[in-house]
T-cell receptor
Framework: AQSVTQLDSQVPVFEEAPVELRCNYSSSVSVYLFWYVQYPNQGLQLLLK??????LVKGINGFEAEFNKSQTSFHLRKPSVHISDTAEYFC?????????????FGKGTLLTVNP | GAVVSQHPSRVICKSGTSVKIECRSL??????MFWYRQFPKQSLMLMAT?????????EQGVEKDKFLINHASLTLSTLTVTSAHPEDSSFYICSARDLRTLNTEAFFGQGTRLTVV
């Protein structure tokens, strides 16, 4: 089974500051890794994903994440945040080769960008 | 990108009644759909996985007779909450997998806020 730990439940930052949202995972098998964003009362939107290849993955809205296998981490970063980035962010994993693509989510990190 | 439409976005029902939530893939064929439940300020908990044309697979602790899932076509899955009670109030989200993307991405609906009074 897989598990995901998002170390920070809330991250407040000022506009135009850099941000890092931390994610660690545990799995006995190879995994794919994802970051999703959720705005209030809405579903989830995929920010980026790591499947294989380059460990630095770039996504939408200026976000990027780096897969670190030795540290079992997949931290999300943005060099300069905007007010509109305020939302809940979820890290998720699924085992590779799975036929049903069942996602395991972390508990989420609420990013609040203040003016 | 692929679009998943979930309806209704909000529903209020009386205790003891049943509520049906629809999840449609608008521009792709969804062989597999997932139903999640999300409590306030918490993560998504997978309730069940449904494959088109077959019975849903429920996660441990989820009552299959209470949460009826039907996936009769490649573009539509429904979740029916039967005999709803206030403790069933929650945010329900569906997601669907696109055959074309070799199973690495799922697309999410907008969610349904269910309130049972």
């Amino acid at each position: 089974a897989q598990s995901v730990t998002q170390l920070d439940s809330q991250v407040p930052v000022f506009e135009e500051a850099p941000v890092e949202l931390r994610c660690n995972y545990s799995s006995s098998v190879s995994v794919y890794l994802f970051w999703y964003v959720q705005y209030p009362n809405q579903g989830l939107q995929l920010l980026l994903k790591y499947l294989s290849g380059s460990t630095l993955v770039k996504g939408i809205n200026g976000f990027e994440a780096e897969f670190n296998k030795s540290q079992t981490s997949f931290h999300l970063r943005k060099p300069s945040v905007h007010i509109s980035d305020t939302a809940e962010y979820f890290c998720a994993v699924t085992k590779t080769g799975g036929s049903n693509y069942k996602l395991t989510f972390g508990k989420g990190t609420l990013l609040t960008v203040n003016p | 990108g692929a679009v998943v439409s979930q309806h209704p976005s909000r529903v209020i029902c009386k205790s003891g009644t049943s509520v049906k939530i629809e999840c449609r893939s608008l521009d792709f064929q969804a062989t597999t759909m997932f139903w999640y439940r999300q409590f306030p300020k918490q993560s998504l908990m997978l309730m069940a996985t449904s494959n088109e044309g077959s019975k849903a697979t429920y996660e441990q602790g989820v009552e299959k007779d209470k949460f009826l899932i039907n996936h009769a076509s490649l573009t539509l899955s429904t979740l029916t909450v039967t005999s709803a009670h206030p403790e069933d109030s929650s945010f329900y989200i569906c997601s669907a997998r696109d055959l074309r993307t070799l199973n690495t991405e799922a697309f999410f609906g907008q969610g349904t806020r269910l309130t049972v009074v």
